[in-house]
């Protein structure tokens, strides 16, 4: 894995998978798979959060995966914890920056409950009582130790992902998406405050995450989703003109106290946007959603950025991994790897999580083609 971040090619292709919740396996699908190995670990959640959905992957599961990372997360402060354990059975999950997950059907819960959806002014704002209370340390208590646990074994690389630290994701949940995307538009001075406001907090929240693991990490997880099928969420303008410097300004915070790489997460079409991404100091782009417009396009992301960015992911989610044969996900896998995998700076991945749809033994078939396909020199 660090070879490859070093854009050096190692002895194969690394595989990141199961570390937080836009690389690893929704509850029903994981279930299958510990079925199919015949293993029967306890099923966890990450972050203990199951209206997330996502499980903790138990370690006998991450090395028959092959999975050459393992993670470090936060969690929600105490506090919190203990108010959504007691709530009414179906009530609305509410974190602890007032958004909620309601339950939409029996099980299946989805982002619904947006505290400043109606919020006009930077007065509303400053009123908000919701904020996240950034002296609750109980989040990071446990982080400390099991990064050192980690690093001193040295038997795979160190991915911590503190909980959506991401400023732009932070006002879909507190407004909605629609109602942010407007306002981006409609009333910038209001929608710049939230995202001026979003970035303090998630600083503010991030350092001390960062304090705890110390050197004891390898890639620290950011990112906000930019793009959709076949474009963008708004103009590469407004991007640069808007998000771009709260971007910058939050990873050269992040850099000034870590040496560890930067872990940059936006599903869609991004093309635009790469050289963007690497100008303020995005060492690695996920997921490489190979469905969505030019992302498409393996040979020109490889021609353009292999050299200056390590690309992460690839594994498309959208058909192959849910509907393809096992020979159909081998040969995707071989495909993917012939045009990203030569001189290093690549690491197989799914496209984001892998979700209820996607058969085990189609899991298996991707990492099994990765560890046959994946070895070095090409």
């Known amino acids: 894995m660090l070879v490859a971040l070093n854009h050096e090619e190692p002895d194969r292709v690394p595989i990141l998978l199961g570390v937080s919740n836009a690389t690893g396996i929704r509850m029903t699908t994981y279930r299958l798979l510990k079925r199919m190995l015949g293993i029967e670990a306890q099923d966890h959640y990450l972050y203990d959060w199951p209206e997330l959905g996502a499980a903790a992957l ?3 599961v991450l ?8 993670g470090v997360l936060d969690a929600h402060p105490i506090g919190v914890q203990e108010r959504n354990r007691s709530r009414d059975p179906g009530s609305p999950f509410v974190d602890s920056w007032g958004i909620g997950q309601v339950e939409i059907e029996p099980g299946v819960w989805f982002p619904g409950l947006h505290p400043l959806a109606e919020a006009e002014t930077i007065e509303d ?8 209370d950034t002296r609750d340390l109980s989040r990071v208590a446990h982080v400390k130790e099991q990064a050192r646990r980690l690093a001193q074994a040295n038997e795979f690389a160190v991915m911590a992902t503190p909980w959506l630290l991401f400023p732009f994701e932070r006002a879909f949940g507190l407004q909605g998406m629609d109602r942010f995307l407007m306002n981006l538009v409609m009333k910038p001075d ?3 405050a939230l995202l001026r406001k979003n970035a303090v907090l998630c600083k503010e929240l991030m350092k001390p ?14 990112g906000d989703d930019l793009g959709t099928q076949t474009s963008m969420l708004m103009s590469p303008k407004m991007y640069r003109d808007i998000l771009k410097p709260i971007h910058a300004d939050y990873i050269d915070f992040i850099k000034a106290h870590t040496t560890a790489k930067i872990f940059f997460h936006s599903d869609g079409d991004v093309f ?5 991404f690497i100008e303020i100091g995005v060492d690695i782009l996920n997921p490489v959603q190979t469905s969505a417009g030019k992302m498409s396009n393996l040979q020109e992301l490889k021609k353009r950025y292999g050299h200056e960015i390590v690309l992460c992911g690839g594994i498309d989610t959208h058909k192959i991994l849910p509907r393809g044969t096992p020979q159909q996900v081998r040969e995707e896998v071989r495909r993917v790897i012939e045009i990203l995998a030569p001189g290093g700076g690549f690491i197989a991945a799914a496209v984001h999580t892998i979700m209820n749809d996607v058969p085990p033994e189609n899991i298996l078939a991707m990492v099994d083609a990765i560890d046959e396909f994946g070895c070095y020199p090409r």
């Not at 704002?125 to 996240?132: C, D, F, Q, S």
């Not at 304090?211 to 620290?220: R, S």
């Open 58 to 60: 138990d370690e006998e």
């Open 63 to 70: 090395l028959r995966l092959r999975s050459d990372v393992r």
């Open 125 to 132: 704002i400053e009123n908000y009582a919701g904020w996240p």
């Open 190 to 192: 209001f929608a710049q």
């Open 209 to 222: 995450f960062l304090d705890a693991l110390g050197e004891n990490v390898d890639i620290i997880k950011i």
């Open 272 to 276: 635009p946007l790469i050289e963007d």
